[in-house]
């Protein structure tokens, strides 16, 4: 996704540089920094006031240290751990960076905190840091997604222009920000021939494991059918297609794991694999009646995309 805002999470007390380091590597790419000393005075209280704050940005950016923080909260957590499960619960992308400047001992309990952040199955990626130049460097790298495979970068890319052209538009969903990519299309037409909405979604395959993407598709499906009713002659009203790209794939990810088929009742639900090593659309089983997917979908955006990747690449 586009990420347009961040929350800054660390302890305050001597903390100060990395903070300041930290707004202003995210300001100079453009994006919103959120930070609590910035918050005016007011009768809400701050746990509230920074869950909301949580809630509105794109990011959260940690900056943890051997320091676990105040935890005589109600609920015996210090605020950044609070904040880390807040922003977890939200599905938001989370840059963890590590505070390798100063030597000396871990607080027992951020150990035990920093657990929970690496662990292999549920935890998040993080970086190091041992100087603020090399912080302002890894957070430049991380929001401008370097770490991204030039390919993915190019499909996706390439997909937003294709979209364009046959008169979607891009748009941003802050509920699920996995996405790197959400295309729109509106309805048209009256009850003879109605067309209905068309979305694809994009996501980085290879940042996610199989259970991750069958809960993100999960969540998107609910805001979906929330959103788009059947539209005034009970027809169907959507058409929704999430492809995961991947070309290392180190979750192994195929279209048997994906977690949509074809459901009559909410409209048309797809998940496909975007291989792209072989510049392949991959699915599982689509019937014959629903190879309509082709029209709106596979010719016009994803295949051309695809195309264009591997002449690039084969330059």
Not at 206 to 228: C, H, M, N, P, V
Request: aromatic share 10%; proline share 5%; hydrophobic share 40%.
């Amino acid at each position: 996704m586009k990420i347009r805002s961040v929350f800054v999470s660390s302890v305050m007390q001597d903390y100060a540089d990395r903070r300041a380091a930290a707004r202003q590597t995210v300001q100079e790419l453009g994006i919103e920094a959120a930070l609590a000393e910035d918050f005016a005075a007011g009768p809400v209280h701050p746990r509230g006031q920074i869950m909301q704050s949580i809630q509105e940005c794109d990011a959260l950016l940690s900056l943890y240290g051997p320091r676990y923080g105040w935890d005589r909260s109600q609920s015996g957590l210090s605020p950044t751990e609070e904040e880390y499960h807040y922003a977890r619960s939200l599905w938001k992308p989370i840059y963890v960076f590590i505070d390798r400047m100063e030597g000396g001992d871990w607080e027992p309990r951020q150990a035990v905190f920093l657990d929970k952040v690496h662990n292999w199955d549920t935890g998040v990626m993080r970086n190091e840091f041992r100087s603020l130049a090399e912080l302002r460097s890894k957070i430049k790298a991380a929001l401008t997604r370097s770490y991204q495979s030039p390919r993915c970068r190019a499909f996706i890319a390439e997909a937003t222009v294709r979209g364009v052209q046959v008169g979607y538009r891009e748009i941003l969903e802050t509920r699920l920000p996995a996405f790197d990519l959400l295309l729109h299309k509106p309805a048209s037409g009256t009850h003879m021939t109605f067309d209905p909405h068309k979305l694809l979604a994009v996501i980085d395959g290879d940042a996610y494991t199989a259970e991750q993407i069958q809960r993100i598709a999960g969540l998107w499906k609910q805001s979906l059918l929330d959103f788009y009713k059947p539209s005034v002659w009970n027809q169907t009203s959507l058409e929704a297609c999430m492809a995961v790209a991947v070309e290392a794939n180190p979750h192994r990810l195929s279209p048997v794991a994906l977690p949509w088929g074809r459901s009559a009742s909410a409209g048309g639900y797809y998940g496909l694999i975007v291989d792209l090593k072989s510049c392949r659309v991959l699915h599982h089983d689509l019937a014959a009646r629903d190879l309509g997917i082709k029209q709106w979908l596979l010719d016009p955006i994803l295949l051309p995309a695809l195309s264009e990747v591997s002449t690039t690449a084969g330059r």
